[in-house]
């Protein structure tokens, strides 16, 4: 198993600002996630963050708008850039152990004023 | 994958009754199901998951089933208790601990009435 934690839990920002996400892990783990959720919906997988590569984003999701670090096997963080209201949501870090199932931080709930 | 709609699908059962919580899902290459049970201001907690090569899988209170002529996945709930209420998704991916990351459905909000 693994335990995640994440922080802010969560948040209130003006549009135009960024703000940037901590997901730390209390084990060593290759592969990192991180998801939206936007409000009454299913998850969605932003990208993938492993260790000593870049950050692959999944189509609709780019770089620029979330950058990503994943300095060590313990730790990421996912920027939100350039708010606006549309990007509300909970954003959740997930890990996958070796050989294991994938494991959720509780969430970061972000609102966009 | 699919798409997602505006509102999660609403399943009201009685306390003590059996619940069934459907899902389709839409990649025929997936090779292992989990489902997520979701309380409110949560994660999602793993609840139980079945590889391909299963059609059936037991756990405590909880079984899945897994159709993978019609790309459906079902999760029972027997006996349900309060604590049971939350929402309850599916996901798929390749494989097992595989770097792919998870393709979630719409999920199933479940209320247990007393």
């Known amino acids: 198993s693994a335990v995640i934690s994440q922080k802010p839990s969560r948040d209130i920002c003006q549009r135009g600002t960024s703000l940037t996400i901590q997901c730390q892990v209390d084990s060593q783990v290759t592969m990192m996630f991180w998801y939206r959720q936007q409000p009454g919906q299913s998850l969605t997988l932003i990208a993938t963050a492993n260790q000593g590569s870049e950050a692959t984003y999944e189509s609709g999701f780019v770089i620029d708008k979330f950058p990503i670090s994943r300095p060590n096997l313990t730790f990421s963080t996912l920027t939100v850039s350039n708010m606006s209201p549309e990007d509300s949501s909970i954003y959740l870090c997930?890990?996958?152990?070796?050989?294991?199932?994938?494991?959720f931080g509780q969430g970061t709930r972000l609102t966009v004023v | 994958g699919e798409s997602v709609g505006l509102h999660l699908p609403t399943l009201s059962v009685q306390e003590g009754d059996n619940s069934i919580i459907n899902c389709a899902y839409s990649?025929?290459?997936?090779?292992?199901f989990i489902w997520y049970k979701q309380e409110s201001g949560k994660g999602p907690q793993f609840i139980i998951d079945?590889?391909?090569?299963?059609d059936k899988r037991q756990g405590q209170r909880v079984t899945v089933l897994l159709n993978k002529t019609v790309k459906h996945l079902s999760l029972q709930i027997a006996a349900t208790q309060p604590g049971d209420s939350a929402v309850y998704f599916c996901?798929?991916?390749?494989?097992?601990?595989?770097?792919?990351?998870?393709?979630f459905g719409k999920g199933t909000h479940l209320i247990i009435q007393p």
């Open positions: 997930s890990v996958v152990p070796l050989n294991t199932e994938a494991f």
């Open positions: 990649n025929s290459a997936s090779d292992y």
């Open positions: 079945i590889r391909s090569n299963m």
């Open positions: 996901a798929e991916t390749w494989q097992k601990g595989g770097a792919d990351g998870l393709t």
